[in-house]
């Protein structure tokens, strides 16, 4: 079964730090760009961060950027995005994917994870 899983969402005060993870299943994430989206209340999903499939070019929203990094780590299969200095504004659903390349559309979807920044 082919499947990304992410993890480590939760709630997390203003300020906070969360790292997120996603773990792919049934198949390899080698060749892929990896990105993450979230998707807030009322709001259409957005593209947070992508890295390239050999890691070495990464891309951010302008929101995010000197507060979130994203990496993989091709012999786990797995991509993170490390999220500090977390806002109120960056509660939302995230979600990972797999992407041929990261202005492509995505080829997998994760099931999301859910992201509360409040006090």
């Known amino acids: 079964q082919l499947q990304l899983v992410e993890s480590g969402g939760g709630l997390v005060q203003p300020g906070g730090s969360l790292r997120l993870s996603c773990a792919a299943s049934?198949?390899?994430?080698?060749?892929?760009?990896l990105g993450w989206f979230r998707q807030a209340p009322g709001k259409e999903r957005e593209g947070v961060s992508c890295?390239?499939?050999?890691?070495?070019?990464?891309n951010y929203v302008d929101s995010v950027k000197g507060r979130f990094t994203i990496s993989r780590d091709n012999a786990k299969n797995t991509v993170y995005l490390q999220m500090n200095s977390l806002k109120p504004e960056d509660t939302a659903v995230y979600y990972c994917a797999s992407l041929y390349y990261c202005s492509g559309p995505a080829v997998y979807w994760g099931q999301g994870t859910q992201v509360t920044v409040s006090s």
């Open positions: 890295i390239s499939s050999r890691g070495g070019s990464t």
């Open positions: 049934g198949f390899t994430l080698d060749y892929y760009a």
